[in-house]
Each structure stands twice: as C-alpha cells, then as structure tokens.
T-cell receptor, first 111, second 117 residues
Framework: GQQLNQSPQSMFIQEGEDVSMNCTSS?????WLWYKQEPGEGPVLLIA?????ELTSNGRLTAQFGITRKDSFLNISASIPSDVGIYFC???????????FGTGTSLTVIP | GAVVSQHPSRVICKSGTSVKIECRSL??????MFWYRQFPKQSLMLMAT?????????EQGVEKDKFLINHASLTLSTLTVTSAHPEDSSFYIC?????????????FGPGTRLTVL
C-alpha cells in the first residue's frame, strides 16, 4: 500500500508555542485529511482538504494541501494543554477509495 | 461533523469465544465502512473495506474467516472476531465513508478495546 511519511514523530513544546507538522508521499493524492486521536478514543476529523494549494483553518488549526499534491501541512498556533494527542494525516488517491494513514505525530504540551 | 458509534466500547472475553462489534453511522448513510486495528502507539492498520450489500474486501494478511464482516444496511456494519485468542487483543476502530458533492471524508467511531484472556 501507499506509505505516508509524517514528521516529526513526536514533539514536546511549551504552552503558547506554535506547532508545525507535515505529511509527504511519493504519490499524488486528491484528498488530504487531518485527525487528532486521544488515548483510548477514535480519531476525530480536524480538517479536510480537497484542492491543491487549498488552505483551510479550524480555530487555531490551519492545514494546507501541497501544490504538488504529494504533501500536506498542519499548523497549530498558540498551543494549549488540551492540544495533547496524536495527529494523523490521511490521503486518498482517488475518489471513493481507501484513505492511507501517516505514522502519526505525538504532541506533548508542557504547561 | 458526521457521527459514528461503536458498541461495545470495551470487551473482555475468554480465549476461543467469538466477539461481535457493531459500527453505526448515526446521521449519515455510509455506503462504505472501514475496519481498522490499532496497536499501542502505532498508526491505524486497515483490515477490511465493507460495502453495503456486498462482500467485504480484506487487506493482505487479514483472515476473512477469522474476522467476519457484515454490512447489512447503509448505517450498520459488524465485525465478528471468531474464536478469539490473546493475540487478537487490540483496539478496533471503524469508520464510515461520507461522500457528498464530489468529496470524500471518513468519520471514525470511538473504538472498541478487545481483551482476550
């Protein structure tokens, strides 16, 4: 299957700092999704991206669909303790087919 | 966003028994549902794709006779772990495919923690 490389693998930051993470692939995707997962729960959809170059915000979160369609970025501004969790990207090659998931970025926010 | 429920949220069973997990899309119709397995601190591993009214498509290495999937309606898919063994202990998560206006999204259930003794 497709492999999505997500980085960094983990981050330890101070409350109030901004966070950036990205997901790259060797294949061209038509959809990118970003999820957050907390311990013992299912992933929760944060942002969905459907067009190359698209920049979409959800509160303090901003994600971008890379212009090459092979990557996507997620930024979190002014982090707070409740941002703690694992963030996953997911990409879809073609409409109606499965999504492939990145390896996850574990975020720890130090108060 | 769309809501997906899973039941039970947690199950403990004896080795050799079968366990059924239900996945329901509560406020949308999911033509396709997906079943994942997740080990601690790892990403989601797709087990199978479940299409309403047809047989599920299993990923390589996933035994279809071990993990029975039924997608009887547009809002319900079930995963049955047959003759469960301790190595089947894991976090199982389902998702529903939501297609609208030419776009595709997946919404996840809260997961089911299976422990086989």
């Amino acid at each position: 299957g497709q492999q999505l490389n997500q980085s960094p693998q983990s981050m330890f930051i101070q409350e109030g700092e901004d966070v950036s993470m990205n997901c790259t692939s060797s294949s061209i995707f038509n959809t990118w999704l970003w999820y957050k997962q907390e311990p013992g729960e299912g992933p929760v959809l944060l942002i969905a991206l459907y067009k190359a170059g698209e920049l979409t915000s959800n509160g303090r979160l901003t994600a971008q669909f890379g212009i090459t369609r092979k990557d996507s970025f997620l930024n979190i501004s002014a982090s707070i303790p409740s941002d703690v969790g694992i963030y996953f990207c997911a990409g879809q090659l073609t409409y109606g087919n499965q999504f492939y998931f990145g390896t996850g970025t574990s975020l720890t926010v130090i108060p | 966003g769309a809501v997906v429920s899973q039941h039970p949220s947690r199950v403990i069973c004896k080795s050799g028994t079968s366990v059924k997990i239900e996945c329901r899309s509560l406020d949308f119709q999911a033509t396709t549902m997906f079943w994942y397995r997740q080990f601690p601190k790892q990403s989601l591993m797709l087990m199978a794709t479940s299409n309403e009214g047809s047989k599920a498509t299993y990923e390589q290495g996933v035994e279809k006779d071990k993990f029975l999937i039924n997608h009887a309606s547009l809002t319900l898919s079930t995963l049955t772990v047959t003759s469960a063994h301790p190595e089947d202990s894991s976090f199982y998560i389902c998702s529903g495919g939501h297609e609208a206006g030419g776009t595709d999204t997946q919404y996840f259930g809260p997961g089911t923690r299976l422990t086989v003794l």
